[in-house]
C-alpha cells in the first residue's frame, strides 16, 4: 500500500521472512529502510504476532502513483497491465493470494475486495488474454458488496501454478 504521504510499506510475519527477503533484493535500488522486526499484541485473540517490515521513502513518483490510483478506492489502469507479467501475477498471488481445496480440487483466488468492480475485470481480461487462464469474479462481503477474482477451472488452476511456481518463494509454496 502507499501512504498518503507517498511511503510504501512491505510488512510479513517472521514465517515469510523470506518472501520479505525476496522483495527486498527485487527493490534495493531504491531508497529502502533497513528491514525491522516488531511485535504486536492482539486483543481479540489475545496472542502476540512478530512481523519484518521495511519501506521505500516517499518521492515524487510514489507520491503521484498515490493520486492516480487511489481515486479515492485503490482502481488498476491499462498502464498498470502493461507491466503486470507472469512474475508480476506471482507476486501478487503471495502477497494477496489464497488456495482453497474443496472436493479435491485446487483453486487460486486475489483478494481484490479492495478495488473497484472496473479495475477488477481489467485484471480478470489481462490474465485470461496474456496468459491463457480462465478467471471469473465473484461477489463477497457481508453485503456482497465487493469482488474477488479467481482462476477458473481444474486446467487453469494447474496452468496458473505452472506459471508462478518459478517466481514463488519455497515459504510461499503454502498457497500453491
Not at 12 to 28: A, D, G, I, P, V
Not at 98 to 108: G, R, S
Not at 120 to 135: A, G, P, T, V
Request: hydrophobic content about 30%; proline content about 2%; aromatic content about 14%.
Amino acid at each position: 500500500a502507499i501512504s498518503k504521504n507517498g511511503e510504501i510499506n512491505f510488512t510479513h510475519s517472521l514465517k515469510q521472512l523470506e518472501y520479505l527477503n525476496f522483495k527486498y533484493e527485487l527493490l534495493k535500488d531504491l531508497d529502502l529502510s533497513n528491514n525491522k522486526v516488531s511485535t504486536r499484541y492482539d486483543k481479540r485473540t489475545n496472542k502476540y504476532y512478530h512481523s519484518s517490515s521495511f519501506r521505500i521513502k516517499p518521492t515524487k513518483l510514489s507520491k503521484e502513483l498515490r493520486k492516480s490510483l487511489y481515486v479515492p478506492k485503490k482502481i488498476i489502469t491499462k498502464e498498470i497491465l502493461e507491466h503486470y507479467n507472469i512474475q508480476s501475477m506471482a507476486i501478487h498471488y503471495m502477497d494477496d493470494g489464497t488456495m482453497i481445496k474443496p472436493y479435491h480440487v485446487k483453486y487460486h483466488f486475489f483478494a481484490t475486495d479492495g478495488f473497484d468492480l472496473s479495475s477488477i475485470e481489467l485484471l480478470r481480461i489481462h490474465i485470461e488474454y496474456s496468459f491463457n487462464l480462465k478467471c471469473k469474479i465473484r461477489k463477497v462481503g457481508i453485503n456482497n458488496d465487493k469482488y474477488q477474482l479467481y482462476i477458473s477451472g481444474k486446467e487453469s488452476n494447474l496452468r496458473f501454478e505452472n506459471l508462478i511456481k518459478p517466481y514463488c518463494c519455497e515459504s510461499m509454496y503454502y498457497k500453491i
